[in-house]
């Protein structure tokens, strides 16, 4: 599961990270969310292109998007054969900039406790992204992007039984060109990231809101978090009766 990220290092640092010629101007990004524009790097005419898109694909096929959900992720392992997605899988498959993302671990006092992913070194990387042009009945056309998940490795599995596939540069034109590489021939790729590739820690809450969008949202918190919910016994239950008049109302 991936539903928000981070691109907040400067354009210069991702356009050599990903080797595109174009020189966009983009402020730093903290809080990424869906339906919103996002960086993607694609092949045109068989070199690498940077493009913004609409996180939330939309397929190439479908009519109407009223009513439709927000395609923000695809599962690794159905992605080749769902209908959503198999078009793209063949034809359109992306990079998708990122130098950080975040994950909710629920904990056995019912509150989630956001984290915060990224590189050890700070550094970029790259999803692995799908994207469409879908053509509206007026003419009008949207391209639209999802990222692709696959099992979390044992480094994030407490908080998510999903992650983000990541791509690495050796595979970036392996990846990227899907007319000399159909589904089968990068099936590879789609793994869970090494176990030291990320480290994760808990942040505040005000990640929650996609309206805070500062770098304040991604300091560490100082105090430690309660232990996830599958990490902790529950208690035990009473095993004497209460009296059926004990003279205290039920409140449960």
Wanted: glycine share 6%; proline share 12%.
């Amino acid at each position: 599961m991936c539903g928000r990220y981070s691109l907040s290092l400067p354009p210069q640092e991702i356009r050599a990270f990903f080797g595109f010629p174009e020189q966009p101007n983009y402020p730093p990004r903290y809080n990424i969310a869906p339906t919103q524009p996002i960086a993607v790097v694609r092949l045109v005419h068989g070199q690498r292109s940077f493009a913004l898109m609409r996180w939330g694909l939309l397929p190439s096929w479908l009519k109407d998007p009223k009513g439709f959900p927000t395609l923000i992720n695809a599962r690794g392992d159905t992605v080749a054969t769902k209908p959503a997605f198999r078009g793209a899988m063949r034809h359109h498959r992306c990079l998708i900039p990122a130098d950080g993302f975040y994950e909710w671990q629920k904990t056995d006092l019912g509150r989630k406790v956001p984290h915060l992913i990224r590189r050890p070194d700070r550094g970029p990387f790259a999803f692995a992204g799908l994207w469409e042009t879908w053509l509206g009945a007026d003419g009008s056309e949207l391209d639209t992007a999802t990222i692709v998940t696959t099992d979390a490795n044992k480094t994030l599995m407490p908080l998510h039984d999903r992650m983000p596939v990541v791509v690495q540069p050796r595979d970036f034109d392996r990846w990227l060109d899907a007319e000399a590489n159909a589904p089968k021939d990068v099936a590879d790729i789609l793994e869970p990231a090494p176990e030291d590739y990320f480290e994760a820690f808990p942040i505040s809450t005000r990640v929650n809101s996609v309206a805070n969008d500062d770098p304040a949202i991604q300091t560490p918190l100082a105090e430690a978090t309660t232990p996830p919910a599958e990490t902790r016994q529950a208690p035990k239950k009473p095993t004497k009766k209460a009296d059926k008049d004990d003279g205290q109302m039920n409140l449960l």
